[in-house]
């Protein structure tokens, strides 16, 4: 009896080759094996966050807007208290503080309420009236002489009474200056001049 041949050669298993096993082979398009593991992509902002970021901008401006405004009406103010100083001009130095503080009062009272501006000057010598305009009222002193100019806007004249208007360019301020008492009569009759303002019948 003869005995079977062994093959010479790799048998038909190594011939084909292992089985392959699951898994990526590396190539493009193959899946492969994710091992497991979750692939998690970066979430998008929620549309409910957007309105809040937009609130946050908005009360950002409106902040900004409202210190923007709070500086402009406080340098505004500013200047016009400063212009209103300017005003009342008193070369003399013998103006009361608080009879200075009550003609500021109430020329700042004038320009809110009629928009005309009181512009006062005293002093020892000659007062030249300034160039005439429609919304100054100008009240020139002269205390070495006892003379006054007192200058009225047209429309400010046509709204005081006839004998007020017409005491006020002559002889309006020569009691207080006879009686020493000029600066009471300044503050009369810028006072004057506001009541009748306020009360034309």
Sequence with gaps: ???????????????????????????????????????????????????????????????????????????????????????ILDETGQLPPERLALLRDAGHAMREAYGITLRVQVRMGPVKAPEPDPKTLFIGLDTASGTSVVQLPPLLARALPAGLAQSLANDYFQPYFAAGAW???????????????????
Aim: aromatic share 6%.
């Design 1 to 87: 009896m003869t005995r079977a041949s062994e093959p010479d050669g790799p048998g038909l298993q190594d011939d084909l080759g292992a089985p392959e096993k699951s898994g990526g082979s590396g190539e493009p398009g193959d899946l492969g094996d994710l091992g497991g593991e979750r692939i998690e992509f970066a979430s998008t902002p929620s549309r409910s966050t957007l309105p809040s970021a937009m609130w946050r901008i908005l009360l950002l401006m409106l902040v900004v807007l409202g210190t923007i405004w709070a500086y402009s009406w406080h340098f505004e103010n500013l200047a016009l208290r400063l212009k209103s100083q300017d005003a």
């Design 183 to 201: 600066p009471e009569g300044l503050y009369a009759c810028v006072l004057t001049i506001l009541e009748a303002l306020r009360d034309p019948t």
